[in-house]
């Protein structure tokens, strides 16, 4: 596939290097070119020569599917920038969490309970395809999910389009995931993005990352 | 230990006749005895005839472990009911979750991200010990985890008293749970209150409750 990564940080580097590694064609999308290639990104680029680095417009335009790897707060700002026709059609793989730093650590969600990240994207970008995952996990382990118990725990996939969850779902297998349940429809994300509280209480409750949770039936 | 159970319904039979199984002196509390005991009730009391049934209040004076198995609405009332001093010293273990019921099918939390239901009592009650767990599993796995994957799978515990929380850990022991997570202080029930509206997606898609999640790690 033709793969648009919005985001420069662990998360967006992580998803590029992997699908790039996996055979697929990716551009990095960010705001602006020069000054990502100016700034520490550089080392990382050299070292991925594969991955290319174009505007968010760029990427999007010709790509079959778009991650948005951003943080909560930057994700509309980097999907606006991209531009409503340049998405049409296409599955925006939004992984992304609606973190709030406001009042310091742990954040709370700025979106939650009756709305999700990922519904008001779909909602504000009606002509994609959105589809919830992997933000339940730390980068290492969405994209080498076989590093933890031989990749027994699992993933969870929402959205509304069948066929784009089942593109996704193929990816994540392609990664090494071995347990990917699709929860239902787009609003389900709100459950995944409700995971974060948890999440980030075990994060510092266990002092790694490297660790997720697996749904024993 | 003398335990009080708060709920009548399905989560507290479940504590009740679980803990009095257990050797412990159990007495359900609720509202209205005569009720209580008038309505179906009583066919599960008869066949339960070790734990006894009285007012909340009276429920509440002797006990040394008091278990908040109410709705969530119904959690401040009933606590309320048995009054500040009759509860005064005591490990409240709350089990309740916030689910608001008002827009139907799946609930959404009527307390979530800044504050938790966990909070609110112990803030309410400053004179217990409230000790948030067990809210993540359906009753018959609350009591009797080794039914599901011979018990490895996680549950929580969240407190501000080190001693109650050992307590309850103590009793989750007792029930054959192997993974018992301290998340941390009160305000990380936040986190397991907000696992609700995922754990309901994974109810509708796995047709089943009886399901629990491992921390993999």
């Known amino acids: 596939m033709r793969i648009a990564v919005f985001g420069t940080g662990s998360v967006g580097r992580a998803i590029a290097a992997r699908t790039a590694e996996l055979g697929h064609q990716v551009t990095i999308g960010t705001r602006d070119v020069a000054t990502t290639r100016a700034g520490e990104y550089a080392a990382w680029a050299a070292q991925h020569p ?14 079959d599917l778009v991650v948005n790897a951003t943080s909560g ?11 409503a026709a340049n998405l049409s059609g296409k599955i925006v793989l939004d992984i992304s969490n609606p973190l ?24 504000e970008f009606p002509q994609t395809k959105v589809v919830k995952s992997l933000n339940t996990l730390t980068a290492e382990l969405m994209v080498r999910p076989r590093q933890l118990a031989d990749g027994a725990h699992s993933v969870f996939v929402s959205g509304d389009d069948a066929e784009a969850k089942r593109i996704v ?33 075990l994060y510092g409750r266990l002092d790694t990352a490297m660790f997720n949770i697996k749904v024993v039936r």
């Open 100 to 123: 709030d730093f406001g009042a310091g650590f742990p954040p709370t969600l700025s979106v939650h309970n009756t709305d999700s990240l990922a519904e008001r994207i779909q909602r």
């Open 169 to 201: 779902t193929e990816l994540l297998v392609s990664f090494g995931h071995t347990d990917v349940i699709d929860l239902g429809d787009i609003s389900t994300a709100r459950g995944v993005e409700m995971l974060l509280p948890l999440w980030l209480r």
């Open 50 to 63: 594969e991955v290319g680095l174009a505007t968010q417009a760029d990427a999007a335009v010709d790509a």
């Open 73 to 83: 707060d930057g994700s509309l700002p980097a999907l606006t920038a991209a531009g």
